[in-house]
């Protein structure tokens, strides 16, 4: 049973740092690409960040500069590391594994950032 579990959100002020964990069961973990997606109340799910099997990260131009993907093959977890939050980045964040066709979210974690 493949299963993702993000933590790490939580309610924050302005200018302060987060730092999500999302722990893989269940799949070869070092063979998928990871990433994050998050979603505000009323929009869509949107990319933030994602990082290839290889290593090689992509990011949303709204978070360039101020988050950073990163993942732990042994630990079979990727992080994401938030800089300078502000309150557009309040949204639910999820994590996802892809690998050719197959596709896998967790449950998402919440993340507030106060003005």
């Known amino acids: 049973q493949v299963q993702l579990v993000e933590s790490g959100g939580g309610l924050v002020q302005a200018g302060e740092s987060l730092r999500l964990s999302c722990a893989a069961s269940?799949?070869?973990?070092?063979?998928?690409?990871m990433g994050w997606y998050r979603q505000a109340p009323g929009k869509q799910r949107e990319l933030v960040a994602t990082i290839s099997s290889r290593g090689d990260s992509d990011y949303a131009s709204s978070v360039k500069d101020r988050f950073t993907i990163s993942r732990d093959n042994g630990r079979n977890t990727v992080f994401l590391q938030m800089h300078n939050l502000k309150p557009e980045d309040t949204a639910v964040y999820y994590c996802y594994a892809k690998m050719t066709v197959m596709n896998y979210w967790g449950q998402g974690t919440q993340v507030t950032v106060s003005s």
């Open positions: 269940g799949i070869a973990f070092s063979m998928f690409a």
